[in-house]
């Protein structure tokens, strides 16, 4: 295999691709988990809570049941298995029983031969609540009446000992002496609204029964695997007795890795011995899964005249909602990463996230790095004025390097090019001021045509983030890949991959095929459809983790089956097949110390991902609203396996940190969502979204194939920072929560 | 659900006046987002594509009869020398795909306090022609917007065409909303500085249960952004608070006073 690199007409590791869904899902064809289809299907529909918290008494059935065209109306009666489920921790009930904690909490389904009848159905299912008084404040909830029976801080084993009420989880980490006191001492409270990932395409799947007392589930998804490791249990099946399929996903951002209609599409296709599909409507969406944790923090910055940090506090409270989801990685995210890429000896670091009854929070694009983030770059800036230093003077002499030691105890290993970032941030040539008159499209208000220049004030701001790849703190994270190489009719090599990795946009299948083209010099390389049913899981789409995993996977699996390939002479004939599957792991990371919150091992997490960014404005300073003018960003990729693709990565992922900036927050009043629709959640349009600078800053990582870097996070991270520093810099007034909304900028 | 199709306006009235539940449908903007939504499910629906006389729009010695049907995208590419400030108004509504949807005639069906086209043609002092069986009548725009999402239309009835006497004034029309495009009005405002009749006419919208027109002599532009703000009764909801609304009226009148100043 040492013959110099066959030219590959598809692509190869490090070349722009363009992507195979790019051209389906820009004219209408790509087939989403909404358009699937079934013989003799039924629709279900899902009966809600319209309660944040009551007890739920007697369901009454009986006249759903007698609807036009039903055929099963389904309690926590019905559910054979377990009757709770959860990603981390199993808290959340399959269907409501004894109480209801959330507003849209699922309590009975129905299905019907026209989704029309299942919703009339629903109507009619007679729930008997007593209303009971809902916990909203996450600060007030450490104080009331628990919410759950059991909690995650009741496993002393994995988790902190919280004796406060509802407590999902808290950290606390100590780094060195926090009592160290500095020259100039900056503090501020911060805070951030529910921001939702929005994505377009709601939770859809059909359920099939196999006839054998098995169930097919076609769905929209992030993890396969995770999905059936949940739903068996429920069903009372064996794993093999579930079998998931990946459906056409419309956007997923964290949102579909809890599950949705899944056990819920299962067991009434089981009981109605008829395939079951369950389209969400829009508003359904909305309160189908989780979002992201709102936050209140509080920090503390100390440092000497030479503009050196020398100890950091943080206080960091999230809102969990209902159930725990994935609030107890998400805290310990928030706590790994709430001094930011800077090296500061001293830390006190205290992170708790709470249950309430507000909508249930988990994971969604940034994970925890987020709410920090935008906390500790207004501490920065707040800083560098205190000093009188530039911006990006003080984050250069603080900047984290390979070699340094966090808060948590691990000393920062392999690839962070946290100044190299801010440097070539900093280098972007800012454009110029356009000159006026202009369209007001080019204007703050765009279409609305409220300015011709008056009042606006043009401000520019600088932001720095960070955070892991892949899973954390000793979480076994694998990766499966499965390879076949046969040679077809006319003798030619082909090759077959089979990963169960969820193409959720991100292009992970432009990923597994470029890899495998790389790896076995063929340009013949087919992907398989993602399922639990050929192929072993490929973990989650998150965390940045799947172009780093799956290249490991998909590799190693091509390079044994080339390896078997040249153990048979080198060709195969027509009818002859190698077939092989390997499992890859990234490095091992441990959990932290429960009281100390110090790593036990060498890595908490296995790699870290930094970016800067610039972002420039115009805010109509009498009217309270902006037009974001351009955006400059330089990203640590490690290796660009598709430049292109990382360059979409960038601009969607700054289009959903510039929203939670700007205007995306999922509004509640008393625990009830008031603005489940697009028409009032919003989130950016191409006039709100402005031109993206992007360099790619590729040092590889070490530790990773082909030295890469997942990219899907980072620009979210640090977006909604950069876009609040600019608008500061505009107004000159603190914005301390966002979304900032335009009385703050007017400051009514 | 049945559809009626008529083709032409005498069909489509006798159809609305035998079956008086079934609901218009023009551009579908807002007819099927109630469907959508599932917030209703008319029996029957009377489609207005069909029917000729609806659309477009046409000049009667000095007045333009704008058709029920007439788009936005219409308005923004035929009148905007004609009627400035509606034509201002078409570009703000949606996106291109609801404007070449959405009409005038649906604007003032749903009379939404946030309705973009009912400032523009409050401040023109427009004129809405209605048919039914028991003949035409015609009303004044203010007197047709009797509440939040109510109107004039008696059950029988179709909203035929607005009628307006072009003023000639300098006019424009603004729109707030936190978003740069595809957002409902957080408030919203039309003005003319009339100098011919010697009067200022602005119109708001999403600052109380009804777009209201306030006039005031030319030689009170001073008084009258606060004058405005005043007339207002806005409230607090999921989109913006009423002390903002105030505070945004009055800005955008200064400035819509400055606008068409020059
Ligand atoms: C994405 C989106 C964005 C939007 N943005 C805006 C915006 O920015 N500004 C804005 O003002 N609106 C907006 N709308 C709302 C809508 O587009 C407008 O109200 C539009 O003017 C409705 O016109 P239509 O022809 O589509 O009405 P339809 O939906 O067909 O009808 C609306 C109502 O009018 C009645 N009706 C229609 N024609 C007649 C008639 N001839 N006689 C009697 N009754 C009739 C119908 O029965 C119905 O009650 C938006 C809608 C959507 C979906």
Known sequence: MSAPARKLERGRVGEAVRRADGIPKTTGEFAYASDLQAAGMLWGHTVRSPHAHARVGEIDISEAVTMPGVHAVLTHADVP??????????DQPVLAFDRVRYYGEPVALVAAEHPEQARRAAEKVRVEYEPLEPVVDMERALEQDELHPDRPTHEPDHYRDDPRANVVRSILIRHGD??????????????????????????????VPDGDGGVDIYVATQWLHVDRAQVAPCLDLPPEQVRIHLAGVGGAFGGREDLSMQIHGALLALHTNRPVKIVYTREESFVGHVHRHPARIRMEHRANRDGKLVCVHARVLLDGGAYASSSTAVV??????????????????????????????????????????????????????????????LRLRNALAPGDVMPNGQKV????????????????????????PRDSLRLPGGSGNVTRGEGVKRGVGFALGFKNLCYSHGFDDYCAARVRLFAGADGALAAEVHCAAAEVGQGVVGVITQVARTELELDDVTLAPGTT??????????????????????????????????????????????????????????PLDPETGQVTGERAHVAFICSAMRAVVEVDTDLGLTRAVWIGTAQDVGRAVNPQAVLGQIEGGTAQGLGLALMEEIQTRDGLITNASFTDYLIPTTLDMPPVDAVLVEEPEPDAPYGAKGVGEPPTVVATAAVAAALRDATGRDLTRVPVRPDDLIGL | MDVLTPRTLDEALRLRAETADAWPIQGGTDVMVELN???????????????????????????????????????????????????????TVGSPQIQNRGTIGGNLGTASPAGD??????????????????????????????????????????????????????????????????????????????????????????????????????DEADGFPDRVAEAASPIDDVRGTAAYRRHALRVLTARALERCAA
């Open chain 1, 178 to 207: 926090p009592d160290t006191e500095g020259d100039v001492v900056v503090t501020g409270e911060y805070e951030l609204g529910i921001q939702d990932q929005a994505f377009l395409g709601p939770e859809s799947g059909l359920a």
């Open chain 1, 533 to 590: 049913s050929t192929v072993d899981s490929a973990g989650s789409a998150s965390a940045s983790r799947m172009t780093w995993m799956v290249s490991g996977a998909v590799a190693e699996a091509c390079r044994a089956a080339r390896g078997e390939l040249g153990a048979r002479g080198g060709t195969l004939a027509p009818g002859e097949e190698i077939d092989v599957e390997k499992v890859y792991r990234h490095p091992q990371t441990w």
């Open chain 1, 81 to 90: 298995g377990t009757k709770l489920y959860g990603l981390e921790y199993a």
């Open chain 2, 37 to 91: 939504f599932d917030r209703a499910r008319p029996r029957v629906v009377l489609n207005l594509n069909e029917v000729a006389e609806l659309r477009g729009f046409a000049r009667e010695n000095g007045t333009l009869r704008l058709g029920a049907g007439l788009t936005y995208t219409e308005c923004r590419r035929e009148l905007g020398e004609t009627l400035p400030a509606l034509a201002e108004a078409a570009r």
């Open chain 1, 332 to 393: 310990t995210n928030a706590s790994s990463f709430a001094c930011g890429p800077y090296a500061v000896a001293n830390a006190l670091v205290d992170a708790t996230v709470v249950y309430t009854n507000n909508p249930p929070c988990g994971a969604m694009r940034g994970f925890g790095a987020v709410q920090v983030c935008f906390a500790h770059e207004a501490q920065m800036d707040k800083l560098a004025a205190a000093l009188e230093l530039d911006p990006v003077e």
């Open chain 2, 117 to 218: 086209a009912l400032p523009p043609l409050l401040v023109e002092e427009a004129e809405v022609e209605l048919a039914g069986p028991a003949g035409r009548r015609t009303l004044p725009l203010e007197e047709f917007l009797v509440g939040p999402k109510q109107n004039a239309l008696a059950e029988d009835e179709l909203i035929v065409a607005v009628h307006v006497r072009p003023s000639g004034a300098r006019q424009t029309f603004m729109k707030v909303g936190p978003r740069n495009a595809m957002v409902i009005a957080v408030a919203s405002l039309a003005l003319a500085v009339d100098r011919e009749r010697g009067e200022i006419r602005a119109a708001y919208g999403s600052a109380g249960p009804v777009p209201r027109l306030v006039r005031a002599p030319l």
């Open chain 1, 413 to 436: 290993t392999g690839s962070l090019p946290v100044a190299d970032v801010i440097r070539r941030c900093a280098e972007l040539t800012v454009p110029e001021p356009e000159p006026l």
